[in-house]
């Protein structure tokens, strides 16, 4: 049996609902940006598919351009992300003291709700 009451069930799930809704929303824009990101890359590399498809070589600065497109500029992202991942705050004794107060609230909040 939950917990919750009826009016808390409402809102729960209507919750859940406008979350599902909002996540779907989420992924069909991210879905839409690598896509135009993709097609912008390949623009500025100088791709075009109908010059290459009869072409019997591809030009070494076409290559060269989508190297750096597909393998340094992530490189270089990835590498920022580490610096920044590095410097996080939250990280060692300041992480697991930060777990230990959620457990201890989670165990707080378990016991009072067990009681009412």
């Known amino acids: 049996k939950h917990h919750f009451s009826k009016n808390g069930q409402v809102f729960f799930h209507i919750f859940w609902v406008v979350t599902l809704i909002m996540q779907s929303r ?3 824009l991210q879905s ?4 135009i990101g993709v097609g912008a890359a390949l623009l500025i590399v100088g791709y075009n598919a109908q010059t290459l498809e009869k072409a019997t070589h591809v030009p070494d ?3 060269q351009s989508l190297g750096v497109v597909l393998f340094a500029i992530p490189a270089v992202f990835s590498f920022l992300a580490y610096l920044i991942a590095r410097h996080y705050p ?5 992480r697991d003291e930060m777990y230990a107060a959620l457990a201890a609230k989670r165990v707080t909040n378990t016991q009072s709700s067990k009681s009412k």
């Open 61 to 63: 600065n076409l290559l």
């Open 90 to 94: 939250l990280q060692g004794a300041a």
């Open 26 to 28: 989420l992924q069909k």
């Open 32 to 35: 839409g940006l690598a896509t």
